[in-house]
């Protein structure tokens, strides 16, 4: 989140993605609606390709698997070659897809397909990183028997400094003032790995718990961390699986939905390995308050919930206030957060005089009684995890078993018994002293 200057709308940017907070629904006993919160933040950065991605390969039939094995390898080998020949390193031609299937021909109306031949076919993804050669390389692949080009992808190599680029654009376009603050509402890695793009001079204020855990380390490892970071290669790979699944069955559609999500997931793990890890500049223990032009900006800190250092931004005159992933629309990542004290401190935040949430995921909202569902839930949720490790259940089990479902009325995601093992494990790691 960031503050511009003075007498100028409050704004909140999301570093990873830009998005749009729509106006507010009017409740059936409001009055017609005068507030409203919108945000579009967009940058556009041109620049000239410097690869090109070449989907191709070689398809071959004849009457046995072998012949046809054969004169797949001979034309693929030549292709190969050919690339070498042109400068593409061994590295940028990677195969995507290989399989042996038959050929099947049905001779009269109902009557069973016999196989009448093989098909091998053998498909690579070349990086052509001289894009000048192209249309050579396209010519001399197709002429020693490349029969199938899928796709053509221009692209940049290193698009990190042009996201960046991007992103600083964007900003602009939300506000043309100066920013002059950027406050981290906790240090979890989607709120604080954005902090590297402002520039110096713009103050980045947190409570000392995030700045701390930022410092060591905590927003690249842990659960949250290992959750939705760790997992990609594993995931790209699984991908990646099911990408060959659907070009043996010659599923185009799933196959190019597929590769397009595997570069995106490519593209992330890149950018999530490339983040500069910036602390905060400014701390805060308790409170902090700000006052430019005629607005005042209160920096909250209430108590532990979601992390230990959750900060909430509260603009008392427009009666905005953010919460982070203390309050989100739904239900919030557990994984690093204090159960047993999580809903007093939601209890704190109920005495601010706000008409308009402004949660750290989800759609802003007006309804307090919001809250209220979710204190409840995680009231239920620490008895009921603390009743399982009295009886001996391992955290793994009582992660099975434990049953939320009285609450699906006001969490929609909750559809029968179990919960994310993560609110477990931390919740049991509490009990038994083994993290703080």
Known sequence: MFLPSPKYSLALLFLIASATLQPLPALAHDEPQ??????????????????VDIS?????????????????????????????????????????NFSVSPVYEQRKEGTAPFIV?????????????????????????????????????????????????????ALKNVTDKPVR?????????????????????????????????LMAGASKSGR????FVSGLPARITEMEAELKAAQDA??????????????????????????????????????MTLFRGGREIQLLY?????????????LPLEKVVATGDLMTAGLSYMGDGYLEEWADTLEELKSLDFEVVLPGHGQAFREREKIDYFQAYLRDLSKKIAKMRADGVSAKDAAQQIDMTSHAAHFPTITGPGVHPHAVERAYALLEGAEQ
């Open 250 to 287: 010659s599923d185009q559609t799933k196959a190019e939905e597929l590769k397009k999500n595997i570069e995106v997931q490519k593209h992330y793990q890149d950018a999530t390995g490339a983040i500069d890890v910036t602390p905060p500049t400014t701390t805060l223990s308790q409170r």
């Open 34 to 51: 005068k507030r409203t919160i919108s945000l579009v933040a967009t940058g556009a950065v041109k620049t000239t390709p410097d690869k």
């Open 224 to 227: 949250s961390w290992d959750l």
């Open 117 to 169: 031949g093989y098909r091998v076919t053998n498909a690579v993804r070349i990086t052509v990183r001289d894009t000048k050669k192209l249309g050579a390389i396209l010519d001399k692949v197709v002429s020693l028997g490349a029969n199938q080009v899928d796709s053509i992808e221009f692209g940049v190599d290193d698009p990190e400094a042009l996201k960046d680029e991007a992103r600083k654009l």
């Open 181 to 213: 603050y950027v406050v981290n509402t906790h240090f979890h890695f989607d709120h604080a790995h954005g902090n590297q793009v402002f520039p110096e001079g713009v103050e980045i204020i947190g409570h000392e718990f995030t700045r701390d855990k």
């Open 302 to 314: 209430f108590g532990r919930g979601h992390t230990g250092g959750d900060v909430v931004v509260y």
């Open 56 to 96: 191709t390969g070689v398809t071959s039939e004849a009457k046995s698997a072998r012949e046809a094995l054969d004169q797949n390898t001979e034309a693929m080998a030549k292709v190969v070659e050919a690339l070498k020949g042109e400068g593409i390193e061994p590295k940028d031609i990677q195969t995507t």
